[in-house]
């Protein structure tokens, strides 16, 4: 499935990814691959997301965006906002 991460002022993220972890306003609720439509709001804390292939850091990649010693694993810390999952494709709205 893809994920796109977008803040107002820019594209955070955009992959393949196998499963993502999000912090919702009831708690901690995760997504994997042919979830059925969701949409609900997020708060403050970070995304954990599974790749499908190792992740690379390059001049481009965002502040927001933390590695581990897995390559295949992130989080990208968000402040709040809004996560739809449609049709294999997950968008976070996120501040």
Known sequence: MVLEVITPE??????EVTAVSLPGIDGIFQILNNHAPIISALKKGSIKVDLKEDFEIDEKTSALIDTNA????????IKGGVIEMLNNKIIVLAE
Not at 10 to 15: L, N, P, Q, R, V
């Open 70 to 77: 897995n390559a295949k694993i992130i989080s990208i810390k």
């Open 10 to 15: 820019s594209k955070i993220f955009t992959g």
